[in-house]
């Protein structure tokens, strides 16, 4: 029997990547800091540039690779071209998004919304929509609908007892945690388009290949659970967090550079 605790912690993750996202861009609609266009091309650039191009690539290209079988096998390198890979996609798409497709949106909320864009439809996408499924599912057969009537339900009844109380609520937590990370990575890629300066989007890459090789190869190598691995990415949460409330002040100085050199000519 799926224990009610289990019900809670998809219902917490549904939230967190379903509702949560669709809120935010419910309020970028009807926002009046005209916030819309940037959150719609985050999204987009995670769409395009995860979806479209890394993942298929991945998984049905690479995999026919005798390199790529090699590397597979080898943990710290694994991770390190996954992240890598993850970095390059997602930091080029998020440079061409900001200096292409929003050219006069380069405010700081221009920032915070496209990547709120940008992590809210890799949470719907990956957790949201799939956490919904499974809720909906079991909430079905716990109130008698027969778990054989549909194929659908069948899997859900048959997966639904691998899915512990813990692994349900981290779902959403880990989530919750990557907002912030995704939001920071979004401010650094813009500063550099605002600054002129290229090496801000390789400082994104970089810090996005050590982020999501950590998720890789910590649970390898140290066989670091799933509560440890939450840890670690609410860490890079904290560290990210605070990077996008300093970083209003960089902001801040470029814009009023601008202007001075606007009245100067």
Known sequence: MIENSVIMGLAFSVLSALVLPLGIFVYCIFSKKKILKPFIIGALVFF??????????????????????????????????????????????????????LKKKHRYIDGISFGLGHWGVEALLIVGVNAALFLGGIIAIKSGVDYNSSNLLNIIFNQSASITTVNAFAMGLERMFTMSIHVALSMIVLYGVKSKQIKYLFIAILLHGIVDAGVVILPQIFNLNIVGMEIYVFIWSLLFLYFILKIKDLYKNIDDLKYESQIKD
């Open 48 to 101: 395009i540039s995860q979806i479209v191009l890394r993942i298929p690539i991945i998984s049905y290209i690479l995999p026919n690779q005798i390199w790529y079988i090699k590397l597979s096998t080898n943990p710290y390198l694994y991770g390190i071209f996954l992240g890598l890979t993850a970095g390059i996609f997602e930091e080029v798409g998020r440079y061409i998004g900001f200096k292409y497709l």
